[in-house]
């Protein structure tokens, strides 16, 4: 069984880095995009970014200039960094994995449980 | 980007109704990429269909999914106490993988 378990600050100042990690548990590491997603009234559910153990990634071309991600295959973990944060970027982030092996931006069976991240001076 | 407008915004039904939930896309989503998610408060949004209209792992059989193309339906066939949620339909084809705004199920 496939569980996803985030962590990150919560709570940031605007112009600061939001930055987010999830560690895999059960199933394989390899051979899988991790995607990060995140929900706010105002914009809903946006798919932010994934990424796969050999570090290949895509990002939304919104948030691309401000985006980084990053794998540790060793502890079965990857991360999120979001520069520059305002008020927009206040959301629940979610972490989670695609369905298919190999399969960029598939469908998500799997979420974490979500870490709400709120972005205040 | 495709954008995916949900109808209705909220659709308020009974335990026993049958529920339709629409989801268009603004250009035709090829491969029938397109699946639909049922959140509850303060959880994550769970996998209900993918492929338009293969039913996820564990859900029931009064969930099904229709269409193609730019036009998407999700038809709930008898409303259970636990289907009153929200609903999102999300395009994985052209990233960026985008989602609807959502449909509110609640109860009459």
């Known amino acids: 069984q496939v569980q996803l378990q985030q962590w990150g600050a919560g709570l940031l100042k605007p112009s600061e880095t939001l930055s987010l990690t999830c560690a895999v548990y059960?199933?394989?590491?390899?051979?899988?995009?991790w995607t990060w997603i995140r929900q706010s009234p105002g914009k809903g559910l946006e798919w932010i970014a994934e990424?796969?153990?050999?570090?290949?990634?895509n990002y939304n071309p919104s948030l691309k200039s401000r985006i980084s991600t990053s794998v540790d295959t060793s502890k079965n973990q990857f991360s999120l960094k979001l520069t520059s944060v305002t008020a927009a970027d206040t959301a629940i982030y979610y972490c989670?994995?695609?369905?298919?092996?190999?399969?960029?931006?598939?469908?998500?069976?799997?979420w974490g449980q979500g870490t709400l991240v709120t972005v205040s001076s | 980007e495709i954008v995916l407008t949900q109808s209705p915004g909220t659709l308020s039904l009974s335990p026993g109704e049958r529920a339709t939930l629409s989801c268009r896309a603004s250009?035709?989503?090829?491969?029938?990429?397109l699946a639909w998610y049922q959140q509850k408060p303060g959880q994550a949004p769970r996998l209900l269909m993918y492929?338009?209209?293969t039913r996820a792992t564990g859900i029931p059989d009064r969930f099904s999914g229709s269409g193609s193309g730019t036009d998407f339906t999700l038809t709930i066939s008898r409303l259970e106490p636990e289907d009153f949620a929200v609903y999102y339909c999300q395009q994985y084809g052209p990233s960026p993988k985008t989602f609807g705004q959502g449909t509110k199920v609640e109860i009459k």
């Open positions: 492929g338009a209209s």
């Open positions: 990424i796969n153990d050999r570090g290949s990634t």
């Open positions: 250009h035709s989503v090829n491969n029938k990429y």
């Open positions: 989670a994995r695609v369905a298919e092996e190999r399969a960029s931006g598939n469908y998500l069976p799997y």
């Open positions: 059960g199933g394989s590491f390899s051979n899988y995009y």
